[in-house]
């Protein structure tokens, strides 16, 4: 069945350092994938998504390209700060388009 | 932000009561998530809905049950809680448009089942 995978955390960094995230996924065709943040006590936000394959979502300087031949969809960020420590979700809708299926996160702590 | 108010925000209840959680949305979508969230798991989807009194099952769907009956409503309910079922419980709704417009959640309900 549809599954998606990611790095277990939790994952600390200095601040100013670069970020990676990874995540693969399994799934039958080619879905939507996305890419989620939950701050503390929070829900989850969109972060950033992409449709389809070669597609780079991007926001607040975090970005992801949709890799079809490794089926990844690995967040990064060049400079992160302290106000980026949170966890990230990465997840894809099933071919059916209902239902949307999420990884177990990674909490990412960042110091000054 | 999308207009998604979840009740009760923190809830403490015993073995055996029956729980409801209401889930309310004025973006009047058509779809409607239930999910819970337990370290280690991630999300994990409980019901769905796509329309007034049209829900269908999620992968975590034992012990609980949900109802639509109007379309900015959605209840979710422990008939008999269990201590399993302490989690913390999130509603989301998909944006209109295309078929993989992505989630936007409310911010959760804490439930403790003693």
């Known amino acids: 069945g549809d599954s998606v995978t990611q790095m277990e955390g939790p994952v600390t960094l200095s601040e100013e350092a670069f970020l990676t995230i990874n995540c693969t996924y399994t799934?039958?065709?080619?879905?939507?994938l996305f890419w989620y943040v939950q701050y503390p006590g929070e829900g989850l936000q969109l972060l950033l998504k992409?449709?389809?394959?070669?597609d780079k979502g991007s926001n607040k300087g975090f970005e992801a390209t949709y890799r079809k031949e490794t089926t990844s969809f690995h967040l990064e960020k060049g400079s992160v700060q302290v106000s980026d420590s949170a966890v990230y979700f990465c997840?894809?809708?099933?071919?059916?388009?209902?239902?949307?299926?999420f990884g177990g996160g990674t909490r990412l702590m960042v110091k000054p | 932000d999308a207009g998604i108010t979840q009740s009760p925000r923190h809830k403490v209840t015993e073995t055996g009561t029956p729980v409801t959680l209401r889930c309310h949305q004025t973006?009047?979508?058509?779809?409607m998530y239930w999910y819970r969230q337990d370290p280690g798991h991630g999300l994990r989807l409980i019901h769905y809905?796509?329309?007034?009194?049209?829900?269908d099952k999620g992968e975590v769907s034992d012990g609980y049950s949900v109802s639509r009956s109007k379309t900015e409503d959605f209840l979710l309910t422990l008939e008999s809680a269990t201590s399993s079922q302490t989690s913390v419980y999130f509603c989301?709704?998909?944006?209109?448009?295309?078929?993989?417009?992505?989630?936007?959640f409310g911010n959760g309900t804490r439930l403790t089942v003693t």
């Open positions: 989301a709704i998909r944006g209109e448009g295309a078929y993989n417009s992505p989630l936007h």
């Open positions: 799934a039958t065709g080619y879905p939507s």
């Open positions: 992409a449709t389809k394959a070669d």
């Open positions: 997840a894809h809708y099933n071919n059916a388009g209902n239902m949307l299926t």
């Open positions: 973006e009047n979508h058509r779809y």
């Open positions: 809905s796509y329309g007034v009194k049209d829900t």
